[in-house]
């Protein structure tokens, strides 16, 4: 069975600047998440989806950030403009009722 | 809210002895789960070992088990006969219902294995 896919898996930028990430949930998956992951310190929960209706973006700072899950597959997740702060792993998760969440390898960002 | 703490940064293990990571959780829910992830140095989070609060039994995975002690609220992650391949950041998380729910994850052990 195919892991959580991610691309990038590295992403240089200058600050101001945009960036995207996309990410392929195990299939049949239902939950996705998206999680930011800064050096030093545990993942936090950017977005949840539910299929494709998002479940918690609590924690998403919407003046900068937004994601998709059109399909209710594939998501992305969008930075603009991004910030020096913004620097960390992305990491994206997915799974099914009550099953363990799995990850995918993350994308390492990089704001210069 | 639920918080995760983790209070060994670091530790440093000779290779083939066994190795207690501690987690303890803070939660007022009656059904909940604990979770332990490995992040080696590639970035990606694996799963490793879950333990539900009903649970009967301590869980084992292989060379993996979890000394859950429900009373003191800790669930430390045990590794027997370490390898050089266990080097990494290990991380305890717990969702705030057992289900599809976002984690909350502590601030993770580095842990380095000693040849």
């Known amino acids: 069975e195919a892991g959580v896919a991610q691309s990038p898996r590295y992403k240089i930028i200058e600050k101001r600047q945009s960036v995207a990430f996309w990410c392929n949930p195990i299939s049949g998956h239902a939950t996705l998440y998206w999680y930011q992951q800064i050096l030093g310190q545990g993942p936090k929960l950017l977005i949840q989806?539910?299929?494709?209706?998002?479940?918690?973006d609590s924690q998403l700072p919407k003046d900068r950030f937004s994601a998709e899950r059109l399909k209710g597959v594939d998501s992305t997740l969008k930075i603009q403009p991004a910030k020096l702060e913004d620097s960390a792993v992305y990491l994206c998760a997915s799974t099914t009722y009550q099953e363990t969440q799995y990850f995918g390898p993350g994308t390492r960002l990089l704001v210069l | 809210a639920q918080k995760i703490t983790q209070t060994q940064p670091g530790m440093f293990v000779q290779e083939k002895e066994a190795v207690t990571l501690d987690c303890t959780y803070d939660?007022?829910?009656?059904?909940?789960?604990l979770f332990w992830y490995k992040q080696p140095s590639s970035g990606e989070m694996i799963f490793l070992i879950y333990q539900g609060s009903y649970d009967e039994q301590n869980a084992t995975e292989g060379r993996y088990s979890l000394n859950f002690q429900k009373a003191r609220k800790s669930a430390n992650l045990v590794i027997s006969a370490s390898q050089l391949g266990d080097s990494a950041m290990y991380f305890c998380?717990?969702?705030?219902?057992?289900?599809?729910?976002?984690?909350?994850f502590g601030t993770g052990t580095r842990l380095t294995i000693i040849p």
């Open positions: 989806f539910q299929n494709n209706g998002v479940v918690d």
């Open positions: 998380a717990n969702p705030p219902n057992f289900g599809n729910e976002k984690l909350t």
């Open positions: 939660t007022s829910d009656q059904s909940y789960g």
